[in-house]
């Protein structure tokens, strides 16, 4: 590190009411198990996703990603194994997913409106978001192993976010 003020520890986790106002989405996300806590960090100029143990504390994993920005809105798949976000590359905010197994980052939306707040539905199937039309925040969702089959499943002028599946997936909550 040459310049005074930069460093290389965590400055902070990154909270939406905290850091940079709120946008939809959760900012903490608990993996099926209990054992993983997901969250991004900000370290020197970016984020970073922080895979804690919840059982001791320590990080468990540490991703770096240097070529995505602004991530926000972790959520687990129900297998543990996946881990979908909210992050802008390019000025374009997409849905993206971090492959535990692979290591590997994957755009899963790349489309030109604005979508936030990814949540997955307890047996893996779907995963549901909000996702900016005009100027109203609408909830879709789509099959993680398909990501180009998207369903609108909210309409009018007003905005919806924040999906929430109940656990036998039969009803949809969300914020409108």
Do not use: C, H
């Amino acid at each position: 590190n040459l310049t005074r003020g930069q460093t290389t520890r965590y400055e902070y986790i990154v909270s939406q009411w905290l850091t940079t106002g709120p946008l939809g989405g959760a900012d903490i996300a608990v993996s099926p198990d209990g054992n993983t806590v997901a969250v991004f960090a900000r370290r020197e100029r970016g984020r970073e996703l922080l895979l804690l143990n919840a059982l001791d504390g320590g990080i468990r994993e540490r991703v770096e990603m240097p070529e995505l920005d602004q991530q926000l809105n972790p959520a687990f798949s129900s297998d543990s194994q996946t881990i979908a976000f909210r992050a802008l590359k390019d000025g374009q905010g997409d849905i993206w997913a971090y492959s535990m197994a692979t290591k590997t980052l994957m755009n899963l939306t790349n489309d030109a409106p604005f979508d936030f707040g990814p949540v997955y539905s307890a047996d893996g199937r779907w995963i549901y978001y909000s996702s900016m039309r005009g100027t109203n925040a609408k909830i879709f969702r789509f099959d993680p192993a398909s990501p180009g089959s998207r369903e609108q499943l909210t309409y009018g002028e007003w905005n919806d976010e924040d999906a929430a599946i109940s656990p036998d997936g039969k009803r949809l909550f969300f914020t409108s």
